[in-house]
């Protein structure tokens, strides 16, 4: 360990700083393999100790294939285009690969849409047949117990997305496919399992290009593959909140960079647009509006000289006109109240959850779940996120100066702490809260490069690992379920 540090040109404060990262990272491993009871003692942690196989020597020598296949990747010069397209590939073969641990085939990723909780979306999904009736009678329907309870916590989307998924799956053509599959919902879940892992990877094109604008391209295939290696990422498949809602947050994100740096009104109408299609899929994306309302009013500058120019106000403007010609749209074609819908799903979530909202109970499951989701994380990105954050604060207090660099993380904070301290969740915020994680690695990976300069490779590389092993342990040991 101390030949692979100083073989390095880091100064000796770094060198500290990685030590920490890499021996909090073996605490957590220790914490997996041994079935420490650390994090379990605690009053309302939603994750217990469920050992699982560990897998074939074949499968595990895939895996770790994959680690050299992301080098060779990263290495490659230019063909950034390629490079992401190879990047989905891989991604959706870990998280398949991962699954297939379990030593039950498909079945393993199957079962998480098919018998969990949330399999009830995939049931009232497949009893739809007219969407648009759906659509335009969503809230009374959910008052005559006719959607199951679940879908009493989101908006429309949700549902939308797995009735989309019935519907492509059943189709004519299909049957070439499912030719031993009978019943509508085995049709759905099947089809998901094989499509949904493909299109949870698909918000890595945005990423790419959200952070190419911001940064450079050789950054943003670095944010791609940190990407593959989040543990959430890889075990909390075959959910909504993890195939989709990352992808529209970063969508409406990159609509949004590509609105200031084109300075161009179109694009900032397409993402008012998109800001409220993401919003009607779940209401946690709320959460686009600080950071795209960042994006511009740093971004503006560079064409007005100075702050709320007039570039920020017409972008704003613009933006905000897409969302309410989009709110009004769903209004008149599906009668659709996004503020009775959003009152019902909070109202329904406090009485689900059994929500005290006694200071005791929110300082202390706010602490909790933001633990919760800095494991799912993985040590290493969240690590370094929190160091990134802390040296900007630090950077903002001596100069007094702000930019849209610095501001970044320090948004992305700020949106994490309203959700901890006012999102009134007991557990299992790893899951509710990924769509923060694209954004996430796009930070970090800018933090490593400039961070750690001509030894960022090495770095970089020793963070894959780290991140890899916690993906490895959290599935044979504890794993989503």
Request: proline share 3%; aromatic share 20%.
């Amino acid at each position: 360990m101390h030949n692979l540090f100083t073989k390095t040109i880091l100064p000796k404060h770094q060198k500290f700083q990685l030590l920490i990262m890499f021996f909090i990272t073996i605490i957590h491993w220790s914490i997996l393999f041994f079935n420490l009871t650390i994090f379990t003692s605690l009053p309302g942690w939603f994750w217990d100790f469920i050992p699982k196989q560990q897998g074939s020597l074949l499968q595990i020598a895939v895996l770790i294939s994959f680690l050299f296949i992301i080098n060779v990747v990263l290495m490659a010069k230019r063909k950034y285009k390629l490079k992401v397209f190879i990047l989905i590939v891989i991604g959706t073969c870990m998280q398949f690969t991962f699954s297939f641990l379990e030593g039950k085939g498909i079945n393993a990723i199957k079962d998480r849409i098919e018998n969990s909780g949330h399999s009830e979306f995939a049931k009232v999904a497949i009893e739809q047949d007219d969407i648009y009736y759906l659509l335009s009678n969503y809230e009374s329907l959910l008052q005559k117990n006719k959607l199951g309870l679940f879908p009493n916590s989101k908006p429309p989307g949700t549902l939308f997305f797995y009735v989309i998924t019935g519907k492509v799956a059943n189709l004519n053509f299909m049957d070439a496919f499912f030719s031993d599959i009978e019943g509508q919902f085995e049709k759905l879940t099947l089809f998901a399992t094989y499509t949904w892992p493909l299109i949870s990877f698909l918000v890595l094109i945005p990423i790419f290009y959200t952070t190419s604008i911001l940064y450079d391209k050789d950054i943003a295939i670095l944010a791609c593959t940190l990407y593959l290696f989040i543990p959430s990422v890889n075990l909390i498949t075959l959910h909504t909140d993890q195939v989709i809602f990352p992808f529209l947050f970063m969508l409406a994100i990159m609509f949004g960079t590509i609105a200031i740096k084109k300075n161009n009104l179109l694009w900032a109408l397409f993402t008012g647009v998109m800001t409220y299609i993401a919003i009607w899929f779940t209401f946690g994306l709320v959460f686009i509006f600080p950071i795209l309302i960042a994006i511009c009013f740093f971004g503006s500058k560079q064409y007005d000289n100075k702050y709320f120019g007039p570039t920020f106000f017409r972008i704003i403007i613009f933006k905000g006109l897409g969302f309410l010609l989009t709110s009004l749209l769903f209004i008149l074609v599906f009668d659709y109240n996004i503020i009775l819908r959003y009152r019902n799903a909070t109202y329904f979530h406090e009485s689900w959850k059994h929500w005290n909202e006694g200071l005791y109970s929110t300082i202390y499951f706010g602490v909790l779940n933001l633990l919760e989701f800095f494991v799912w994380v993985g040590v290493p990105i969240m690590f370094l996120y929190s160091k990134n954050t802390v040296d900007f604060l630090k950077k903002i207090i001596v100069t007094k100066t702000i930019s849209l660099n610095l501001a970044q993380p320090i948004v992305i904070l700020l949106s994490l702490l309203v959700l901890v301290f006012f999102g009134k969740t007991k557990g299992e915020a790893a899951r509710l809260w990924l769509f923060f994680v694209p954004y996430i690695c796009m930070l970090v990976a800018s933090f490593i490069v400039s961070k750690y300069k001509n030894s960022y490779p090495w770095v970089f590389r020793l963070v894959l690992f780290l991140q890899f092993g916690t993906i490895y342990l959290t599935k044979v040991n504890q794993d989503f379920w």
